[in-house]
């Protein structure tokens, strides 16, 4: 799990790196975000499902195999 660099106190500015480094980890978390709000919004199982990740992982996964073959980017 990766946590984005807070921003100093103060009036210290976050240095070029750990800015960098936080706008690619909002570009990677917004695609899971996004994947997860279709898989979600397509399958209704999905919305109030309550699991640890590991048992939730193997439905998620046929929802997103599904949802791939609906959408035509699996023959």
């Not at 399958?43 to 195999?65: E, M, N, Y």
């Amino acid at each position: 799990m990766h946590t984005p660099v807070k921003q100093p106190a103060g009036d210290q500015v976050l240095a070029a790196d750990d800015r960098t480094y936080n706008v690619l980890l909002r570009g990677l978390r917004c695609l899971g975000e996004r994947g997860f709000a279709v898989l979600t919004g397509r399958w209704r199982a999905l919305q109030h499902f309550t699991a640890s990740p590991s048992k939730i992982g193997d439905i998620v996964k046929a929802a997103l195999v599904l949802t791939h073959f609906e959408h035509g980017k699996i023959a």
